[in-house]
Structure formats: structure tokens, C-alpha cells
């Protein structure tokens, strides 16, 4: 599978909400865990993922609960998970990727692996902002915590002891995402991608099987 298709499926939310604007570290930590709660919740929803560091890339992700997503790279191949089954999409022509997707892709929908990743998260409540026109409250956190071996392109790179900072963006109304900012270093390298999230719960997203 392509790296850049790695690094997007890697970049499947962990993510966030909304806090005091006078609120001390513990409780906007609670607030960005109750954020992720609410994505987990969720039944749909497009992403738009543009990595500017160290080169430009535009990824798109489609989600449908339980367990579908769609990831294209614009002039490239387009993914379809479904479960445990994976399949790959180019020029035409369709193949069955010879591996188990659900190790990719299943603890991002699991609280227990959220509970793992809040030890240790500092978050800074950066208080009212707004995103595209929409009134949002800003967090700040820094991840000290290594991505699951599965994906070896994951952002929040710790095995080297580096450490990713997002800038999240949630809205106040829905008490959802709306986009993160994303900066860490792999191999000394570093690296800063931009996600939007767009379509919460919209029916209109449909995942089916290629023919």
C-alpha cells in the first residue's frame, strides 16, 4: 500500500471539544477526551487531509460506521475498507489488498485505546476562535504517546522520544471537530499536516464494496 495512503488511514481521528476559557489543564483535557467520546459517536463524515510538511499531498476520507472508509489521493489509487477487507482501486482496475484492514483501523474506533492516549496529554485551552465563518473553542495538546505499531506512518511519532503538537478546532455548536493542525518530527524530520472535517452523520455517504 502506498506510504501516503498509510500516513492518511494513520491520520483517522483521535480527537476533541470544547472548555472554559478560564479552565485549568485537567479540565480541558476532560473536554478534549469528551470531544473524542462525541467522534467516536459519530455515524459519517468527509475529512480532507493536506500534508504541507515535508512535501504537499491531499488526501480525502470517507467514513461510514461501523467499520467503512473510503481514502482517495486526487491522480491516485482510491481505498475502500469494509471491515476486515480492503480493496485498492487504480486505472481501472480493482484488487483485494492481501491484508487484515480491521488491525489498521479498528482501535481508532475504540475508547479503551482513547483512555491509553489521554495518560500523559497535556492540553492548553487557547479559548473562542472561529474556523471557515463558525464560532469554535481552540485546544492545544502535545502527544507523548507512540502510534500503535500498525501504523507506521502515524504522525504522533514517540519512538524516537519526539512528540506531535495539534492545534484543534471544535465546534461550539455541535461540540465536534473541525479541523486540526497537526506538527511532529519522524527521523529528524519535520513534518505538519492540516485536516478539515466536514459532513458529520450525512447520509448522503454511502461505502459500498467495489464491483
Request: aromatic share 6%; glycine share 8%.
Given at each position: 500500500?502506498?506510504?501516503r495512503l498509510l500516513v492518511s488511514l494513520a491520520l483517522l481521528p483521535l480527537l476533541l471539544a470544547l472548555a472554559p476559557a478560564a479552565a485549568r489543564a485537567d479540565d480541558a483535557r476532560d473536554e478534549l477526551f469528551k470531544a473524542w467520546q462525541a467522534f467516536l459517536a459519530v455515524k459519517s463524515f468527509r475529512a480532507e487531509?493536506?500534508?504541507?510538511?515535508?512535501?504537499?499531498?491531499?488526501?480525502?476520507?470517507?467514513?461510514?460506521?461501523?467499520?467503512?472508509?473510503?481514502?482517495?489521493?486526487?491522480?491516485?489509487?482510491?481505498?475502500?475498507?469494509?471491515?476486515?477487507?480492503?480493496?485498492?482501486?487504480?486505472?481501472?482496475?480493482?484488487?483485494?489488498?492481501?491484508?487484515?484492514?480491521?488491525?489498521?483501523?479498528?482501535?481508532?474506533?475504540?475508547?479503551?485505546?482513547?483512555?491509553?492516549?489521554?495518560?500523559?496529554?497535556?492540553?492548553?485551552?487557547?479559548?473562542?476562535?472561529?474556523?471557515?465563518?463558525?464560532?469554535?473553542?481552540?485546544?492545544?495538546?502535545?502527544?507523548?504517546?507512540?502510534?500503535?505499531?500498525?501504523?507506521?506512518?502515524?504522525?504522533?511519532?514517540?519512538?524516537?522520544?519526539?512528540?506531535?503538537?495539534?492545534?484543534?478546532?471544535?465546534?461550539?455548536?455541535?461540540?465536534?471537530?473541525?479541523?486540526?493542525?497537526?506538527?511532529?518530527?519522524?527521523?529528524?524530520?519535520?513534518?505538519?499536516?492540516?485536516?478539515?472535517?466536514?459532513?458529520?452523520?450525512?447520509?448522503?455517504?454511502?461505502?459500498?464494496?467495489?464491483?
Open positions: 500500500m502506498p506510504r487531509i493536506t500534508l504541507l510538511e515535508p512535501s504537499r499531498s491531499i488526501t480525502r476520507l470517507e467514513f461510514q460506521a461501523p467499520d467503512r472508509y473510503r481514502v482517495s489521493i486526487p491522480n491516485g489509487p482510491t481505498t475502500v475498507v469494509i471491515g476486515d477487507s480492503g480493496y485498492m482501486q487504480i486505472g481501472g482496475r480493482t484488487m483485494k489488498l492481501p491484508m487484515a484492514m480491521d488491525s489498521l483501523t479498528s482501535q481508532y474506533r475504540d475508547e479503551a485505546f482513547l483512555r491509553k492516549l489521554q495518560d500523559g496529554l497535556l492540553v492548553e485551552d487557547l479559548g473562542e476562535d472561529s474556523l471557515d465563518g463558525e464560532p469554535v473553542r481552540k485546544f492545544r495538546y502535545l502527544q507523548a504517546v507512540a502510534p500503535p505499531s500498525a501504523m507506521p506512518g502515524a504522525p504522533a511519532a514517540a519512538a524516537g522520544g519526539d512528540e506531535a503538537t495539534t492545534v484543534a478546532w471544535v465546534s461550539a455548536k455541535t461540540r465536534l471537530i473541525l479541523g486540526l493542525d497537526v506538527s511532529s518530527q519522524q527521523g529528524g524530520q519535520p513534518t505538519r499536516s492540516e485536516i478539515r472535517y466536514s459532513d458529520y452523520n450525512s447520509s448522503a455517504i454511502r461505502i459500498l464494496p467495489p464491483e
